[in-house]
């Protein structure tokens, strides 16, 4: 399994609109991903390593799929239209990566150890 | 529901030794928060946005508890034993940062909508 993170850092000044980015955003992947995307995460950034410092990363979603093939031809097909809609939330150049699921919930039966 | 991440940026020449960490350091933390853990999920970095950008973390894990204070009086007390321990698998310094999570898993029945 696979993850896809995209992270947002957290820059003063900047918008997001976190509540467009659950309502409308991730739902959006969903629908065109499809069964493809077997289920996502969204977080909202509170602070960084000590309570007064600012997180690094003002919002945060992981895509998780089967595999990176998985992802690319669920979500390539779609990707300028969900392109498109990151105007609408926030004005940040998101960091994107994909990583490899090591261990997907370790309280879950036969947590996924690849 | 909070999330805490640490994120080792990927840094040329810089040691990772990942069996470890999903062998050694994560169930120390486990051990030592005990319930107040909820779970963890430890990811490997493959690529960025391109299939051929590298990532920019080369590994992450994610410790989810029921609230801030949940995790800093069950973390709090072993912090120094748990930093002492990432000597044994790398040399780079983590980012780390607590958020809110806004979705724990959209696949989820009643899927956390904070």
Redesign the interface.
Known sequence: M??V?V?YPNTPGARFD?DYY?DQH?PLI?KRMGAAL????????????A?DDP???VA?CHLLCDS?EAYQSSFGPHAEEISLDVRNFTDLAS??????????????VGAS??
């Not at 077997?38 to 390593?49: D, F, H, S």
């Open positions: 696979i993850k993170s992270m976190h659950r991730l969903k077997k289920y996502y995460t969204v977080e909202k950034g509170l602070t960084g390593r309570a997180p690094a990363f945060m990176v960091v994107k990566q994909i990583s490899e699921v090591v261990v997907e919930n370790s309280a879950a150890h690849a």
